[in-house]
Structure formats: structure tokens, C-alpha cells
């Protein structure tokens, strides 16, 4: 049975000192066995464990969850030093980064701003929202910073960011910083309730009022490089190497945890304290880690069975896991709830204290959250013009249980749509629990100025005809068109059948807007023609010349005389009266007249 209990928990148990008794345990629930690159522990003394492929919530030693993470996007709770429950696009983000490694990620949560640290270009200050917008980008070029290359990123209490660097600690708030120690490479910074602490180059230091204390650090502490520290909210400071150590400042002591202890990795990622002041490690050969009191019950509280759809039948579950501690155990709800499996619950939040035989207790509480989800849908992007289907919208999801699925009904399957017409569209959020709901939400369309010109496609051929036509081309506004032009008998985009005249057109778009402008149709100069006579007949001879003149017309002429000729010049004219028809290249014609004596 103890190889069996071994088996499972793995709980080793070191006594490190007079005080109080340690152990570490090495968490057994199968996905925490990967490479651990940030622990995340929050308000509600929640632990979130990511890496760069997932990210899981940590119920228990033996209990992980997967937190669910959209297809091409990527949590902060993933990154170094993330520190916020954020996800973003993360094709968008390498595009804004182009290409360059994340090295540290803080979330600001009193500005609502990301700060993203780079391996080899600085700091990037973003905005996040339906996308990423870049408010500053903080260089060795336009700042106080010395090197590119970003350890780590942090915030007081005071409101001041602490910035880790290849060279020195950059510290202040946006446009009011300073550089502090900059001969060394700050890796690592802590602050836990006004203290902070630093490590660089194997140094550690305690930080009071901008002065940087050094701690002598014994030999027989420390192998290997400095890998992370954390502070607790005892003042006390967690060291990890190769082996694990913990200084408390007021005794002056320390306290070891390595192999003899089964602490047995040497290759620490980082290092997270909890509420309960226990150390959580994230390695990268090992997994997890947590270093706690021996003696210290670990209450976990977990929904056993979520609430139905049906939100009228109260039919949730939960359930109490008990670590440490002796049995029998003492379950004291904040309602009037019993034991450690209470059943038929509704939505709401639930806290229970667990007290052991010795009268120990520790607390947990939880939400059942309500199946009824409530949608805020909201159009952040206008379509830029017909056809583009470039207009975004973003939903919020209230109740329910996450993760959620999105479905618009243009096929988009992500919270935010960004390939949305103009007009209505329809989205239905399913929850984990199968539960769903439908919104709606109306895209508008931006819309150029509406403008109006009008073509002559084809010109009047002859003086007098009607035959011209044109074609109004509108340019914005919102099809479709209307088209009034100043004779009644037009309508549509084209005229035809037009005689030589201004033509005036007021074009209508679908939002009422309008344009007008007005086009003059021209007729070609009626053909004007002369004849002179070059030279009267010889006495029984056709020898007589007479040559034609005309002006006007379009283009060149033909000539063609009433005895077959057809030259400009006629030549072979008897006495008599003779006519001569002259042609442009529109085919209108005249006539004159000579006689040849």
C-alpha cells in the first residue's frame, strides 16, 4: 500500500529546520510532466501553468485541467512573467514583432496595456483589443535602455515598472525613466507585498528605496547558475539553481532542498509563491514542483457536475479534495451546505473551510457559473466599401462555462469576425456545457463621396442628326443608382438617340445622397463647297478643269463628279453643267454646281 501511495503522489518529505517541516511533492497529474515556462498564481490563489503548446489550471497535486486556447491565438499565462488571463493572435503578433522571440510578457491591469520584451529589440508597449496596436516601442536608440535583450518585466506598488536587462535595470513609468546598475545583467526581478529582489551575474539583492543591498550567499547554497527567485509575503526569498533554497532575512538563515530532499531536478524555469506561501517550480526536464509545509491541509474545490441548460432544475455538483492535514475532517460552508460532495446546487459563488482532527484548516472557494449567457456584441470596423466584406465585430460572453465556440453566419469561427458585410449579421456562442445563445449585431459601410461624370460614347455624325449617345459613370455612394437626366424621355445610365444640346443627369444613391453634372453634345460643321473653274472646253474636245473646295465636315473628303471622275480636280468636262458630290469620313454630304463654257 506505501509503494502504491508512493506511486501516485509522490510526496517526499525533507525536514529542513526546527520551525516548520517541509516537504516537496512533485506533481503526478500526467500534463504537468512537460517543460514548465510560467507559473501564474492568482487572486484567488488559482495556479495556471503554461508553456509554449498549452496552458492548464492546477487543481491538486494529481490534477491538472487544459485550458482551452483558440486555434491561432496564444495566452500570456503561456510567456514568461505573464501575469493575466490575455490572449491575442498570434500570427498578428509575430507580425508586429516581425519575428523576434518573446522574452517577457507583463499585463498593466490599471492602463489595460501589454508589455511584450524582446530578445534583440527592445520593449514593445501594445494596446490589446480586437487587434494588437503598438503605443510605444522603447529602443537603445529613443530611450535610456543600454541592450535590446529583455529579462524580465515588472510593476510595483508605487505604480513604477522594473524592466530587466542584458545591462542594468530599467526602472520608472512611461517617459520618466531611469537606469539603474547597468554594468549588470538583471535576469530576474521579484516584488511580493513592497519587497523587491534582484538577481544578475550570480548576485542577488535586496532593493529599499532605489539603494541595491547585497546578499552574501554561501557557496554550499548555490550550484550552478541563478535560475529564478520569489519572494513571499513573509519577506522571505525563495533561490533556485540547481538546488532550491529559501533566506529569511531577519534570522539571517537558510534552508536547502536538493536531491537528499527529492528535489531532483537541476534545471529550474522558474518559481511562483502562492497565497499559502508555497513554492510552486517549474522545470524544464521534471514538470512541477511545489515546496509547502508538511503539516499544511491543501483544500481544493472543484465543479463535480456543471449547472444543465435548463437553468430552472438547480442540478450542479461539487466536490472537496483534502490533502494533508488529519482526518477526520471538519467541512464548514458559506451557505447551508454539508459534507464534501454537496449536489443540487444553482449558480453562484461557494467557499468552504476544511479543519482537520488537530484543528487545522485551510479554505477554497469556487463558482458554479450561471448557463445563461449574456452577449455583448459590438461592430468594431465598418465594411471600407461594396463588396470588400472587411467589416469586424467582437463578442463578449457573461455566464456560461468556458471555453466558447463561435459560429457567424459567415462561417468565422473566432470571437472576433473580421470578413463581415454590410448589414445584419447573426452569431451563436455554444459553451463547454453544450449550452448556447444567439446575438446579432449590424455592420455599417463606409462610403466615398458619391461623384458623378458622364461619357460621350459616340458623337453626332452629320449636322442635323440625332444619334449621339452617353453613359453616366458613378463613382461611391451606395448602389444602386437612380438616374434623372433633363429630358424625360432618358432614363438609366446611358442616353441615346441625342441631337446636338446640354444634357443635364442628378445621379441618387440608396442612402438619398446625390450628384449632378452636365455634358455638351456637339454636331460636326456642315460641309461647305465651292467649285472654280480651272479651264473652259476646246471646241468639240472634253478637255474642260474645273476643281472642287470644301471646308467643314469631319476629317478628310471624298470627291466624286457627275461624269465619274472623283478626283479633287476634274479634267475631262465637255461644255455643259456638271455636279459634284463631296463626302467627309462620316459619310455626310453636299453638292455643288459648275458649268464649263
Known sequence: MDK?????????????????????????????????????????????????????????????????????????????????????????????????????????????????????????????????????????????????????????????????????????????????????????????????????????????????????????????????????????????SQVVVRYTPDTETWEYFGPAQYFTSQDVNCLAVDKDDALWVGTQDKGLFVIKKAAAITVVC??????????????????????????????????????????????GDYSVTVTDALGRSNSAKITIPDPRMTLQIAPRRPESGPGAADGMARVEVKGGTPPYAFRWDNGETTQTAEKLTQGKHHITVTDQNGCSESGFVTIQQTLAPLAISVNQTKAISCPGEANAELEAVPVGGKPPYQFQWNLPRLTGKTANALAAGTYALTVTDAEGNTATTQIEVTAPKPIEASVLVEKAASTGNADGQATARATGGTGTFSFKWDNGETGETAHKLAPGSYTVTISDENDCQTTAQVVIS
Open 4 to 240: 502504491i501511495f508512493l506511486f501516485l503522489s509522490l510526496v517526499l518529505v525533507g525536514q529542513i529546520s526546527a520551525q516548520e517541516r517541509m516537504e516537496v511533492i512533485r506533481c503526478t497529474a500526467p500534463e504537468l510532466q512537460a517543460p514548465v515556462e510560467n507559473i501564474y498564481v492568482d487572486k484567488d490563489n488559482n495556479k495556471w501553468v503554461g508553456n509554449r503548446n498549452a496552458l492548464f489550471q492546477v487543481h491538486a497535486i494529481d490534477l491538472a485541467a487544459p485550458v482551452n486556447i483558440p486555434a491561432g491565438q496564444q495566452s500570456l499565462l503561456q510567456l514568461p512573467n505573464g501575469n493575466f488571463d490575455l490572449t491575442w493572435s498570434r500570427t498578428q503578433m509575430e507580425d508586429l514583432l516581425n519575428g523576434e522571440a518573446i522574452s517577457a510578457a507583463f499585463y498593466d491591469t490599471k492602463t489595460r496595456e501589454l508589455w511584450v520584451g524582446t530578445a534583440s529589440s527592445g520593449i514593445f508597449r501594445l494596446k490589446p483589443g480586437a487587434s494588437l496596436e503598438i503605443i510605444e516601442h522603447l529602443t537603445s536608440k529613443n530611450s535610456k535602455l543600454r541592450s535590446n535583450h529583455i529579462n524580465c518585466i515588472t510593476k510595483d506598488r508605487d505604480g513604477r515598472f522594473w524592466i530587466g536587462t542584458n545591462e542594468g535595470a530599467l526602472v520608472g513609468t512611461p517617459g520618466k525613466w531611469k537606469l539603474l546598475e547597468k554594468l549588470f545583467n538583471v535576469e530576474t526581478i521579484d516584488i511580493n507585498r513592497g519587497y523587491i529582489w534582484i538577481t544578475g551575474d550570480d548576485f542577488v539583492w535586496q532593493v529599499e528605496d532605489d539603494e541595491w543591498y547585497p546578499i552574501d550567499i554561501e557557496s554550499r547554497y548555490m550550484e550552478g547558475h541563478i535560475r529564478d527567485i520569489a519572494a513571499d509575503s513573509k519577506g522571505r526569498l525563495w533561490i533556485a
Open 302 to 347: 472543484q465543479v463535480e457536475k456543471p449547472l444543465s441548460c435548463d437553468f430552472s432544475r438547480p442540478d450542479a455538483a461539487l466536490k472537496v479534495l483534502v490533502s494533508g492535514g488529519q482526518p477526520p475532517y471538519e467541512f464548514m460552508w458559506n451557505t447551508q451546505l454539508k459534507g464534501d460532495q454537496p449536489q443540487n446546487l444553482g449558480p
